[in-house]
Nanobody, 125 residues
Framework: QVQLVESGGGSVQAGGFLRLSCAASGYGSSRKYMAWFRQAPGREREGVAAIYPGGGSTYYAASVKGRFTISQDIAQSTLYLQMSSLKPEDTATYYC??????????????????WGQGTQVTVSS
């Protein structure tokens, strides 16, 4: 059974930083896309960052590029999202996701089969 469990969310002031973690079990992630999505109240879920370890490729939404970094510790089966220079508009519930297919849009939720329960990030001005 696949489980993705996020941690590391919290409340910070604008300009601050947080690191989110996603512990994966039952999911061999060494050659599969994994990603972070976020969803704010009343808005659609949007892709924030994705990684494909097999090719070392990373993908970022334009709104976070240069501020967020996605990384993965395959040995520890853990996905990370380092977030810096946080802005109030980054406030959302952040979800970890894993895909099983390879022909996907890395930042679209459509291609992801497994989801964590989410962790809240709140950025105050």
């Amino acid at each position: 059974q696949v489980q993705l469990v996020e941690s590391g969310g919290g409340s910070v002031q604008a300009g601050g930083f947080l690191r989110l973690s996603c512990a994966a079990s039952g999911y061999g992630s060494s050659r599969k896309y994994m990603a972070w999505f976020r969803q704010a109240p009343g808005r659609e879920r949007e892709g924030v960052a994705a990684i494909y370890p097999g090719g070392g490729s990373t993908y970022y939404a334009a709104s976070v590029k240069g501020r967020f970094t996605i990384s993965q510790d395959i040995a520890q089966s853990t996905l990370y999202l380092q977030m810096s220079s946080l802005k109030p508009e980054d406030t959302a519930t952040y979800y970890c996701a894993g895909a099983t297919g390879h022909q996907i849009n890395p930042l679209s939720p459509i291609g992801y089969n497994y989801w964590g329960q989410g962790t809240q990030v709140t950025v105050s001005s």
